[in-house]
């Protein structure tokens, strides 16, 4: 199984900050891989695919790079409604698999 | 727009079972795969199963392998999580997902097991 390691576990950010989380794959994954925005009690909401193509309708803030195993997303200036948790997910192979989350925190 | 509805859940005992469906609209629902991933209280997102659009590809998760069976029904637009032999660990809130690269999600339907 592809294992996914997400970090940090949380960041303690304000509104205007850039915020950058990282996502290592254990072993390549080509661009097989998205980032979700998830907030409680909400449906999750795909921000990025491909590692780097911008889902319609996310903010331009919103940044996905990478390739092979090491991804990251960047949010440029963070915005209130940003405060949330934070997935990868990698679609390369099965069993699907998503890092442990990313919580963002004020 | 994509409109994804789970229901079916509920509170359960061990070794019990139930059905979950999902309801797609909005999409050409037969050409797409669809997913279900779960969230256990206080925990990340759990992939659960995978069914390809003509329902003829199934994949799941270790942990629901030979408990769980994913189907749908194309003329229906649905999507179902058939799960038996249930137990506390299968507590979750269930997320039915639109797409091979997890395009869009359903908002959940949580079910809860009791020991």
């Known amino acids: 199984d592809i294992q996914l390691t997400q970090s940090p576990s949380s960041l303690s950010a304000s509104v205007g900050d850039r915020v950058t989380i990282t996502c290592r794959a254990s072993?390549?994954?080509?661009?097989?891989l998205g980032w979700y925005q998830h907030k409680p009690g909400k449906a999750p909401r795909r921000l990025i695919y491909g590692a780097s193509s911008l889902q319609s309708g996310v903010p331009s803030r919103f940044s996905g790079s990478g390739s092979g195993t090491e991804f990251t997303l960047t949010i440029s200036s963070l915005q209130p409604e940003d405060f949330a948790t934070y997935y990868c997910l990698q679609h390369n192979s099965y069993p699907r698999t998503f890092g442990q989350g990313t919580k963002l925190e004020i | 727009d994509v409109q994804l509805v789970e229901s079916g859940g509920g509170l359960i005992q061990r070794g019990g079972s139930l059905r979950l469906s999902c309801a797609a609209s909005?999409?050409?629902?037969?050409?797409?795969?669809m997913s279900w991933v779960r969230q256990a209280p206080g925990k990340g997102l759990e992939w659960v199963s995978l069914i390809s659009g003509s329902g003829i590809g199934t994949y799941y998760a270790d942990s629901v392998r030979g408990r769980f069976t994913i189907s749908r029904d194309n003329s229906k637009n649905t999507l179902y999580l058939q799960m038996n032999g249930l137990s506390p660990e299968d507590t979750a809130t269930y997320f039915c997902?639109?797409?091979?690269?997890?395009?869009?999600w359903g908002q959940g339907t949580q079910v809860t097991v009791s020991s």
């Open positions: 909005g999409i050409t629902f037969s050409s797409y795969a």
């Open positions: 997902v639109f797409g091979f690269y997890f395009d869009f």
């Open positions: 072993q390549g994954i080509r661009n097989e």
